[in-house]
Each structure stands twice: as C-alpha cells, then as structure tokens.
C-alpha cells in the first residue's frame, strides 16, 4: 500500500487557523485593505509609499493578515479593516448567479480560508457594508437551498445587530456546494490525463479535494487492470542515494 | 483503504469448486475445510479456490449469481431505479475479477460477464455521485447507505470525507460565538 512518507497538516479552513499547516501560515499573508484609526509614531517604514516617518491618522494602506489579527480590536480601535472586493456585494452576486465560472484561484488562492479569517473583525459601524450585506440577505430565496428555519435564524441575527459576516459565509459555502459537482466529477474522471487545465481555476481548498478524489480514482484504476498485485520498490528506498564518504567529512 | 486490501477481505467468501485429488478434512483457524474427493463439490474459501485452480487440481463452479441471465435482470433494475439495488454479493466487483482473472476457463461467457458486471459498477458509481452531490448541496447531515458495496464506498472516500469535513468547517463559522471572543496571543 502506498503511504506518503509526508504527510502535510490541513489548514484549519474556519475561524481557528492550523498552526503547522502551510497554507494557513502562507494565507497569513495575504493583504487586506485597512484604514488606520489612530497614530502609528516611526512605522513609516511599513508604509512604502510615503516617505514620512509616522503612519499618519486615517492612512489607507494594506496589511497583511496576521498584522491586521494582531493589531484589530473591537473596543479600542486601532486598525479598522476592509473586505476584501472578493466578498463584496459585487463579486457576492456572481457567485450566487454562478459559482462555477470563477477562478478562484486568480481571485485570492484561498478564498474560503480567507473568507473564514475574515470573521475575525466584524465591523457593524460599517454603514454601507452592513446595508449591502441586509440586501443580500434578504435577496436570499427563502426555502431555497438553505433551509428557511436557518434563513429565519439569520434575519432574526441581522435585525438584532446588523452582524455582517454572517452572510458572506452563507455566500462562501454556498459557492462551495455550487462547485462541488464540478470539482468531484473532474477530480473522479480524469484518468491518465493532464490535470492541469483542471485544476487552474481551483482554490487550494478544492484543490486538496481534487487530489484526494484522484487518489482514490487511481488507486482503483490500478487496482482493476491488475497493477496492484505487483510489487514495486517504495518511492523512499527509490529516492535513497548512498551517501558518499566524501559528503559526510569536512 | 487500499482497493488491495478490500480484495483480501473477499477472498474470504465461499464457492465451490470440483476437486480432482482426495484429502481428508483439513482444519484451520478459520474453520475445517473438506474433505476432497474426486468429482464431488465442496466449498472453500475463494484464496483457497484460486490457490487449488493455479495448480491445476480443481475446478471452480461459478457462483449462482455470475451468469448472464441473472446479472442482465440486476443490470435493468440498477438502471430503472433511482436508489440503489441489492447487489448479489457484497464483494460481486472484486469476485468477479479474480474468478475471471484465474479461472475464465471454467465459467462461460465470461467476456459478457464482465461486460455486464462493469456496466452494473458504472451505473452504480454513477448513482453514488449524483447522490453525494444532492447529499453536499441540500447540505444534509448524514446518509443512509443501503446496499452500497466496500469498494464502493473506498473509491470515493477519502473525496467525500474531505468535502463533508470542509463543509463542517464552513458552516460552524455561520454559528455564531462558536469561537468569536477567544483571547488571541500574538
């Protein structure tokens, strides 16, 4: 049987980021657009487009995620961050209209990753996202593919505080389901052929999908033509190199 | 689980075979087996069967569901009903091709056979996507799987088990204080 002599830890995918797992730490770096809120004294280095030495008060500038984590609180405002234009009402739409037709790996290589993290900092003096956010939820078919009990649940959170990331989350996984299909059928049929065109257009997300539904597609495959019952070298023993005695002394 | 290994598991089921030398009854751990005799049929084990055919000292009979008849009725009722039919034998795949594979000479019309099981597996593997699909997008939170084989089941696994997880991740995200107010250390 074949075993991985590595295997990668998963990322975390909700709100808790997995500590040892690579994509969390390489999505720890993707930008957010933030506003500063108060006076940051000699950071300007961190700000490369002005040469001052202060980050004044109200600067635009993008941070990356873990900064953004660390810097955001809710009751003294230091940073105040900005959705990203992938979960804005905007993008929101077309992947409601059609999930499948994105490229979501040109679109932020880690969409739902992101779009989990971005819970992190709900901001509900945020007029007109939180208005944007209203519409969208109520624009949601009641009955439709989210149970209407959970739609009631939802509106009943959205009146009480106009709670924003609730419904990008719905938007998140409900662009999940909508390429779910795509994902599972390309992943389970591609036999023997260049994944490549395939796979482009996934987020790592569904990417680490498509390769487990090819593990299992390939390991039947061999399985079925009889390659299974033949026994072959492991790739450990094959990529062993003798070490030279030259290596090993200074 | 490797498809390797669900095969392993069905070489435990019974058929019979027709020897050709005499044994008294052998006993294992698994159970006694015979005793043989010239021309009269005994039940073995299929790793036993195929162990016996290699050398050339039985002859296998077919399992009572491997013939054409039988196999097109099963094909017709997996393709007119929506959910999944009972299959004849929990592990029909993997016997079908190790008995063909070993012993093609003793069943007839076996390249039909095959033909028939493979048309059974498609249409069922069919089944089981479009399943798990309507599973993912109502957003269910759990299934029944009647009659759906071991290997059935270990193709799509791990792809399924993935999704669902990930799935699970996204949605505990719409509870919310799930995990909102934790103290965050940096």
């Known amino acids: 049987m074949e075993t991985p002599s590595y295997v990668p830890v998963p990322p975390g995918v909700g709100m808790e980021d997995n500590f040892f797992s690579l994509d969390d730490i390489l999505l720890s770096h993707e930008r957010l657009p933030s506003r500063m809120e108060c006076l940051f004294p000699r950071l300007g280095f961190l700000e490369k487009s002005s040469d001052s030495r202060d980050i004044q008060e109200g600067t635009k500038m993008e941070m990356p995620l873990f900064l953004a984590k660390g810097l955001y609180e809710r009751k003294r405002r230091v940073v105040s961050v900005e959705l990203p234009k992938v979960y804005k009402e905007g993008w929101r739409t077309v992947f409601s209209a059609d999930p499948t037709v994105v490229d979501l790996h040109k679109m932020g290589p880690y969409y739902y990753g992101l779009g989990s993290q971005m819970l992190h900092f709900d901001s509900p003096e945020n007029p007109e996202i939180a208005q944007a956010i209203l519409q969208c939820c109520a624009e949601w078919p009641p009955g439709g593919a989210i149970g209407s009990n959970m739609l009631g649940h939802f509106q009943k959170l959205m009146s009480v505080s106009p709670c924003l990331p609730l419904s990008w989350m719905k938007s998140n996984i409900m662009t999940f389901i909508g390429r779910f299909r795509r994902t599972m059928d390309s992943s389970q049929n591609a036999y023997n052929e260049d994944t490549s065109a395939l796979v482009e257009r996934l987020d790592y997300l569904e990417r680490a999908l498509f390769k487990a539904g090819q593990s299992g597609l390939n390991s039947f495959q061999c399985w079925e033509r009889g390659r299974a019952s033949t026994l072959t070298a492991s790739s450990l023993v094959l990529n062993y190199r003798k070490r030279k005695i030259t290596d090993l002394q200074p | ?186």
């Open chain 2, 1 to 186: 689980m490797d498809p390797s290994e669900v095969e392993f598991l069905a070489e435990k089921e019974v058929v019979k075979i027709i020897p050709n030398f005499s044994l008294d009854k052998i006993y294992l751990i698994g159970g006694d087996l015979g005793p043989f005799n010239p021309g009269m049929p005994v039940e073995v084990p299929v790793w036993l069967a195929l162990n016996l055919k290699q050398r050339q000292k039985c002859r296998i009979v077919q399992p009572e569901w491997m013939d054409v008849d039988k196999l097109e009725e099963i094909r017709d009722l997996e393709r007119k009903e929506e959910t999944f039919t009972p299959v004849p034998s929990p592990y029909y795949m993997e016997l079908t091709k190790l008995l063909l594979n070993h012993a093609s000479d003793n069943i007839p019309k076996a390249d039909e056979i095959r033909t028939l099981v493979k048309d059974i597996w498609d249409t069922r593997i069919a089944k089981l996507r479009l399943s798990a699909d309507s599973f993912i997008s109502q957003q269910e939170a759990h299934a029944k799987l009647d009659n759906l084989t071991l290997m059935e089941i270990n193709t799509t696994r791990s792809f399924l088990l993935n999704s669902l997880n990930c799935m699970y991740k996204l949605r505990s995200n719409l509870q919310p204080g799930s995990s909102r107010g934790k103290s965050q250390d940096y």
